[in-house]
């Protein structure tokens, strides 16, 4: 069984999937790296880092540990990676989870959003923007439930260093639109996002599955932006169910 890794999103660190590194171990190796200058990743950033970039470091991971194919997973910027590499490599590729993301490229007023929140990071810092991200990234359902889960992601947030959120920003602005790349795809695909997910509705997986041939979707209950955490018992449920589909 190849292995599965897991791309994080934006702007957070490795330790978004912990509840996968440990649910899912039992399945198959789970390799969850930060991007670069995420988490524990001290490499230097460019001013703007593509997804390609990214990619890129993922293909590079790959050869350094000698993996051949892998099931790879990406959550919001993640997916983002995760289909830039499936297009750059699809021979690599065992399987792609596709998770709370999009394949459409940002509009004019989104990739200005892309640099305010980019400046916005390198003059305020992390803190504040922490403490307003929050509430978009998790339901409030879940932020009554598991208080201590959103203390957590928002002390990831604050930790990460502005001038790699500043370039994920910039990048991001800079994605195509996959579409056409995702229609070629012949590797499995699942794509899994959270019924209450405000920053990718619901209309925008439903889209996303359409575009890629034979995928599935599954939407996690009560869940928002961050569906891995917020419903971590389904979403490893459906993550193992595609990944002994693979097997
Ligand atoms: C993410 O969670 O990675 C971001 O919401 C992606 C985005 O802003 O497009």
Same mark, same amino acid.
């Given at each position: 069984?190849?292995?599965?890794?897991?791309?994080?999103?934006?702007?957070?660190?490795?330790?978004?999937?912990?509840?996968?590194?440990?649910?899912?171990? =039992? &399945?198959?190796? #789970?390799?969850?790296?930060? +991007?670069?200058?995420? /988490?524990?990743?001290?490499? $230097?950033?460019? !001013? %703007?880092?593509?997804?390609?970039?990214?990619?890129?470091?993922?293909?590079?991971?790959?050869?350094?540990? =000698? &993996?051949?194919? #892998?099931?790879?997973?990406? +959550?919001?910027?993640? /997916?983002?990676?995760?289909? $830039?590499?499936? !297009? %750059?490599?699809?021979?690599?590729?065992?399987?792609?989870?596709?998770?709370?993301?999009?394949?459409?490229?940002?509009?004019?007023?989104?990739?200005?959003?892309?640099?305010?929140?980019?400046?916005?990071?390198?003059?305020?810092?992390?803190?504040?923007?922490?403490?307003?991200?929050?509430?978009?990234?998790?339901?409030?359902?879940?932020?009554?439930?598991?208080?201590?889960?959103?203390?957590?992601?928002?002390?990831?947030?604050?930790?990460?260093?502005?001038?790699?959120?500043?370039?994920?920003?910039?990048?991001?602005?800079?994605?195509?639109?996959?579409?056409?790349?995702?229609?070629?795809?012949?590797?499995?695909?699942?794509?899994?996002?959270?019924?209450?997910?405000?920053?990718?509705?619901?209309?925008?997986?439903?889209?996303?599955?359409?575009?890629?041939?034979?995928?599935?979707?599954?939407?996690?209950?009560?869940?928002?932006?961050?569906?891995?955490?917020?419903?971590?018992?389904?979403?490893?449920?459906?993550?193992?169910?595609?990944?002994?589909?693979?097997?």
């Amino acid at each position: 069984m190849p292995p599965l890794l897991l791309l994080h999103g934006f702007p957070l660190d490795h330790t978004l999937w912990t509840p996968q590194v440990e649910g899912l171990a =039992g &399945i198959t190796e #789970v390799i969850a790296p930060d +991007l670069r200058g995420f /988490g524990q990743d001290g490499r $230097a950033v460019p !001013e %703007a880092m593509t997804m390609e970039a990214y990619a890129r470091d993922v293909k590079g991971l790959l050869d350094d540990r =000698g &993996i051949d194919r #892998v099931v790879l997973g990406g +959550l919001s910027m993640g /997916g983002y990676v995760a289909m $830039a590499f499936a !297009e %750059a490599w699809p021979e690599r590729l065992a399987g792609l989870l596709l998770i709370n993301t999009r394949a459409t490229a940002d509009d004019q007023a989104g990739k200005r959003g892309r640099e305010d929140t980019a400046q916005r990071a390198l003059d305020q810092g992390m803190t504040v923007i922490a403490r307003a991200m929050v509430p978009t990234l998790l339901s409030e359902s879940t932020r009554q439930r598991d208080p201590a889960l959103a203390t957590s992601v928002e002390a990831m947030i604050a930790r990460q260093r502005p001038e790699a959120v500043a370039a994920a920003s910039r990048g991001m602005a800079l994605r195509p639109d996959m579409h056409a790349a995702l229609a070629r795809l012949r590797a499995p695909a699942l794509v899994i996002t959270g019924e209450q997910d405000t920053l990718m509705p619901l209309p925008t997986s439903l889209a996303l599955q359409a575009t890629v041939p034979g995928a599935e979707l599954v939407v996690i209950p009560g869940a928002a932006h961050l569906s891995n955490l917020e419903g971590p018992v389904a979403f490893n449920a459906a993550a193992g169910k595609f990944l002994a589909t693979i097997a």
